[in-house]
């Protein structure tokens, strides 16, 4: 059974950086990226990126601050957060794509074309 395990969340000031952490479980997969849900919206995309590592897609909220990245070795996603903002207080979840699709077939962006999610963990950000 394949399990995302994220790590890494925690609480912080506005302003801080912290960095969020997805251990696929040795597995590879075709794109492994990040949304996030704060209490009473709806799943958000954060960001995403391709297995070859040639494709990085992020939300417009968090362009220019966060920065995701893949380790290959480790199976392990990571997304580094700068410059937090309070309105990024929310439960950021780890998820993947496991299988190759056609570009033209998939909106990486869209949480319903992932099939493997994590737990979730907690950023909360005060100000």
């Known amino acids: 059974q394949v399990q995302l395990v994220e790590s890494g969340g925690g609480l912080v000031q506005a302003g801080d950086s912290l960095s969020l952490s997805c251990d696929g479980s040795?597995?590879?997969?075709?794109?492994m990226g990040w949304f996030r849900q704060a209490p009473g919206k709806e799943r958000e995309f954060v960001a995403t990126?391709?297995?070859?590592?040639?494709?990085?897609y992020y939300g417009d909220a968090v362009k220019g601050r966060f920065t995701i990245y893949l380790d290959n070795a480790k199976k392990t996603v990571y997304l580094q957060m700068n410059s937090l903002k309070v309105e990024d207080t929310a439960v950021y979840y780890c998820?993947?794509?496991?299988?190759?699709?056609?570009?033209?077939?998939?909106?990486?962006?869209?949480?319903?074309?992932?099939?493997?999610w994590g737990q979730g963990t907690q950023v909360t950000v005060s100000s």
């Open positions: 998820a993947a794509i496991p299988n190759f699709r056609p570009p033209d077939t998939i909106m990486v962006t869209n949480s319903t074309e992932y099939d493997f």
């Open positions: 040795g597995r590879k997969f075709y794109y």
């Open positions: 990126i391709r297995w070859m590592r040639d494709k990085i």
